[in-house]
C-alpha cells in the first residue's frame, strides 16, 4: 500500500476530474484518515485567505475535491454506483479546468449584520469577486446559481480574461470594492496547479 505523502502525490498530479479509480475503500482510507486529513488540512490552510472579519476563502484543487469525496463516502457502509456518483459529481465542482482556478467562499464571522449583507448580496448576484494573479484578471463565477436564503458557502470558478493585470491581489465587495494582495505561498501554490506541478511537497513544509 502507498504511503500517505504518495497517495496525495499521486491525487495531487492526477488529470482531469476525480474518478471513482482514484477513491479508496472505506476500510483503507480509515486506516490512513488521520495523516491524510492532517497533510490535506495543513495543504488547505496554506490556500485560505481571510478577505475580512466575516469573509475567508479557500482555493480548491484535485487534491481538495478528492478529500471531500472521500470524507462523504466513509459515512456511508455500502454505497452503491448511485451514492458514488453523485459524491463525485459534488466534489468535481472543486476541479479546475486547465488554465482556471477554483475556490470555496466562506460567510464565517460573527458580525450578524455584516454576515446578513454578505448573504443576501450573494443571493441577489450583487457580490463579485475576482482573482488578478499570472498577470490577467481572473472573473469568479458561482458554480451554482445563488438562491435566497441562508446559504454561507459558495463553490467558484474563476476564469481568465484578456485584461491585464498589474498586481497579484484579490477584488471582492457588492457596495464597494475592496482588495487586498495575495499572499506569496498562494500565489507559489497557484503557480504550482496552473502549470501542473509534479509535487505537492513544498506545502506540506
Keep these: 500500500m502507498l504511503t500517505p505523502t504518495q497517495l496525495i502525490e499521486n491525487i495531487y498530479t492526477g488529470a482531469g476530474r476525480v474518478t471513482a479509480a482514484d477513491l479508496m475503500s472505506r476500510s483503507d482510507y480509515q486506516a490512513l484518515r488521520q495523516d491524510l486529513l492532517r497533510l490535506v488540512l495543513q495543504h488547505k490552510r496554506k490556500r485560505r485567505v481571510r478577505l475580512d472579519e466575516n469573509l475567508s476563502i479557500v482555493f480548491e484543487n484535485r487534491l481538495t475535491a478528492w478529500l471531500q469525496a472521500q470524507e462523504e463516502l466513509r459515512w456511508l457502509t455500502r454505497p452503491d454506483s448511485r451514492d458514488i456518483d453523485e459524491t463525485l459529481e459534488r466534489a468535481n465542482q472543486l476541479v479546475a479546468e486547465r488554465g482556471h482556478l477554483t475556490a470555496t467562499i466562506f460567510v464565517d464571522g460573527a458580525h450578524r449584520p455584516a454576515v446578513d449583507a ?53 477584488v471582492w465587495g457588492n457596495d464597494t470594492t475592496q482588495a487586498i494582495p495575495l499572499p506569496n505561498q498562494l500565489q507559489t501554490a497557484l503557480s504550482m496547479d496552473l502549470n501542473r506541478s509534479p509535487t505537492p511537497y513544498f506545502l506540506f513544509a
Excluded: K
Design 118 to 170: 454578505y448573504v443576501a448580496a450573494i443571493a441577489t448576484h450583487e457580490f463579485g469577486l475576482g482573482v488578478h494573479f499570472d498577470g490577467h484578471i481572473m472573473e469568479g463565477q458561482f458554480v451554482e446559481a445563488p438562491h435566497e436564503g441562508w446559504n454561507t458557502v459558495h463553490p467558484l470558478r474563476f476564469n481568465p480574461t484578456i485584461r491585464e493585470a498589474v498586481q497579484a491581489a484579490i
